[in-house]
């Protein structure tokens, strides 16, 4: 017997030996998995902010989850679920003895496993580590680990972790993030009944959903209201009146991205810095004033709907960039007419000829040599001829978009009316290898050294357009567009953060002012009449491509400077109709007719510079400066195209190789 009962005992210790090992080897695997838990760090949405504070989009990965720390947490959102859940949560220690027995009754009873008997510490542990496979395996170490968890955690860090790591259906994890979806509420908002609705969400978050299943979600919240009704947690009053509350849910999606293409250029621009910019829960404040983005969206369609007129054709697109001169900081950016059909942002990725848009820029230039407004400009035919890059021979005779020409014009009236020939032939005067070396501040990627760009024959986008138009906005100074002021981490730190940057000056302020003056008379008088708006100063300029395939208005108030394109993605033509002056130009309009609406204390006049004069020339007024003084001894204009008329210059000029316009034959529209 006794070597029996040794044997035995022998048998024991070894087995008990290998229990040991094997729970040994376990709680090292359950440790690592319990210290995910506590060192919690869930993946959390970066929230997008307008300069107002307001709220333009969440971005995520997989799942959308607002943090909220357990202070912001209200009681009765607690309680509620406590008492639906599992009442006895403060009294045990991550495992309820009673409620496994219970739960093993039912089980034996059924000859299944039909209930868990789980607490919450149990569910927030199988939510996040554990499969809902029902076997005495996964239950053991959930039973484990909910005894861990409960030792290195206080009961409030637990419920924190559980309210914001549950699903509460429609794409929301976490409390938060569903008072905010469902209701519009941050959770110190939120009602009894709401908060019982939100309780008892975990247990379906489906087949609860308060959006598809509104008398589901409520008679589950009855049940909530009713369990801390028994439990003495409310009184018959609170009771009755959260009984009789039928709240209002929303069906919006909180994920709703109200900018969608400035959602998209954040991303690419600065996820490549931050790799968790969708997970880490960055609170990203933009340049964007989410009032003017509704415009520009508004706008957008407005030039969509004038070109249709025109052109009936499905492919038209639009784009629009609103940028504040002074600082570079983008207000609005709507880079497509439909961001559900076309995800490609127009305003920043698309390439495309100014035309006349461009042609203030020449005129600046012409300026700055030492021309007034009032200077005579010839517009006449001239022919260029020139020698390519292959040595051939060419021939550029520009015309203008009604194939007349005028004589001589000043040069306020040359660009009032968009005059090609007089804009050729000034720059001719100036020298295009000056033109161009003057054009370099204006820092456009593969600018063409050619003639051809006088005309606007050079691609940029609406972005670059804003960019170098702040040259006027910004009396002479050219800044870096801007789209994001900071960044600032799930703990409040600072991260990143931009300041408004000078790039070049590329006239004096007093110079950039007779630029102004001239293209406010554009809009008064010229191309431009269409984008007039009572009530405030505006300055612009239209531009159509040859062959209509892009049209255009580029202009700014005293504060605020708008650039809007159509055309096509494939550079078809469009109809005839489309231009910058009819299409585009009443669209600008509309864009400040409601900004003056929503802002009426906006800056309604230009500041005119120290060095900024008026004065009489022929009868007319005329503003100068000291380096575009008023012309002295010039005659009318009668007297002089009388006598121009029977001597008109028509003779070719030679041009330096690479000057001509390689595009031969190109008829660049003014409008």
Known sequence: MSNIFQRFTKFII?????IIGAMIFAYTQISLDANKLIDYKPETSSVVLDRN??????????????????????????YSLIAIEDSGFFEHKGISPEAILRAIFKD?????????????????????????????????KEAILALKIEKSLTKQQILERYLNEIFFGNGYYGVKTAANGYFHKNLNQLTLKESAMLAGLPNAPSTLNPIKYYDRALNRADAVLFR???????????????????????ASSLTQNLAPYVVDEIIKEYEPLFDDLRTGGYTIYTTIDIKQQEIAQETVQN???????????????????SMESSTGDILAMVGGVDYRKSAFNRAIQAQRQPGSSFKPFIYQIALDAGNNPATYVHDVEKTF????????????????????????????QALME???????????????????????????????????????????????????????????????????????????????????????????????????????????????????????????????????????????????????????DDNRPMNSGVTGGVAVAPAFAYYYRKLISIYPKIKRTFDVPAGVQYGEINGVNEVYTDISPLPVGQPSLSDLNATDANNTDKNNTLLPNNQGNTGLGIDFSSF
């Open 228 to 250: 801390l009704k028994s439990l003495g947690w409310i009184d018959e009053a609170q009771y009755e009146e959260a009984l009789n509350e039928r709240p209002k849910v929303y």
């Open 108 to 140: 034996i009873q059924a000859g299944s496993f039909v209930e868990g008997g789980s607490t919450l510490t149990q569910q927030l542990i199988k939510n996040m580590y554990l499969s809902n496979e029902k076997t005495i395996g996964r239950k053991i």
């Open 418 to 568: 968009s005059r090609n020939l007089a804009t050729v032939n000034l720059a001719s005067d100036l020298g295009m290898s000056n033109v161009l070396d003057k054009l370099e501040a204006l820092e456009i990627p593969n600018m063409p050294r050619d003639m051809s760009i006088v005309l606007g024959n050079l691609s940029v986008s609406p972005l670059k357009m804003a960019q170098i138009y702040s040259v006027f906005g910004n009396y002479g100074k050219m800044v870096e567009p801007r789209l994001v002021i900071k960044i600032v981490s799930r703990d409040g730190n600072v991260v990143l953060e931009t300041k408004p940057e000078v790039v070049s000056e590329f006239t004096r302020p007093e110079q950039a002012y007779l630029m102004t003056n001239i293209l406010q008379d554009v809009i008064r008088h010229g191309t431009g009449f269409g984008a007039s708006v009572d009530g405030i100063e505006l300055a612009g300029k239209t531009g159509t491509t040859n062959n209509n395939v892009d049209a255009w208005f580029c202009g700014y108030s005293p504060t605020i400077e708008t650039m809007i394109w159509v055309g096509r």
């Open 385 to 412: 001829e020139y020698t390519d890059n292959n040595g051939n021979r060419k021939v550029w005779a520009p015309k203008n978009y009604d194939s007349t020409f005028k004589g001589y014009i000043t040069l306020r």
């Open 14 to 18: 070894i087995i008990s030996i290998g």
């Open 303 to 321: 030039a969509y709907n004038n070109a249709m007129r025109y052109s009936h054709n499905a492919s038209l697109n639009a784009a629009l960039i």
């Open 53 to 78: 504070g307001n709220q333009v989009a969440y971005i995520f990965k997989d799942k959308h989850r607002l943090y909220a720390k357990y202070d912001e947490i209200p009681e009765k959102v607690v």
